[in-house]
């Protein structure tokens, strides 16, 4: 209706439709859809891409470090700059804070 201030209800939205108890979902055209899953895929793919290489990169790692003797050593492979860092070896009665409590004393010498 027209006139007297009123109007009649907007036109369906081609993208409007009417779920079960009367809410309105909204379905994208066909296009779109298809270029949404197909960007999804392709982020999906590149996420395994991703998980391969990190796979790839950890195997390289343990083939070095079995290379250079490295395995059950507490020195590490810094995988950014290719520097092997050596922890140094605790000292029999030492552990990583000095010497232990039954550590002792140095013996004096002859004065």
């Given at each position: 209706?027209?006139?007297?201030?009123?109007?009649?209800?907007?036109?369906?939205?081609?993208?409007?439709?009417?779920?079960?108890?009367?809410?309105?979902?909204?379905?994208?055209?066909?296009?779109?859809?298809?270029?949404?899953?197909?960007?999804?895929?392709?982020?999906?793919?590149?996420?395994?891409?991703?998980?391969?290489?990190?796979?790839?990169?950890?195997?390289?790692?343990?083939?070095?470090?079995?290379?250079?003797?490295?395995?059950?050593?507490?020195?590490?492979?810094?995988?950014?700059?290719?520097?092997?860092?050596?922890?140094?070896?605790?000292?029999?009665?030492?552990?990583?804070?000095?010497p232990g409590?039954?550590?002792?004393?140095?013996?004096?010498?002859?004065?």
């Amino acid at each position: 209706m027209t006139g007297y201030g009123l109007t009649s209800p907007p036109a369906p939205s081609p993208l409007t439709e009417r779920g079960l108890e009367g809410e309105v979902t909204q379905q994208l055209p066909p296009n779109e859809l298809f270029h949404l899953r197909r960007t999804v895929l392709e982020a999906e793919g590149k996420e395994l891409a991703a998980q391969m290489a990190r796979l790839a990169l950890r195997q390289l790692v343990l083939e070095i470090e079995r290379k250079h003797r490295l395995l059950g050593t507490s020195a590490r492979l810094d995988i950014h700059t290719g520097i092997i860092e050596l922890s140094p070896e605790p000292v029999e009665g030492e552990n990583e804070h000095g010497p232990g409590p039954d550590a002792h004393p140095p013996a004096a010498g002859p004065a």
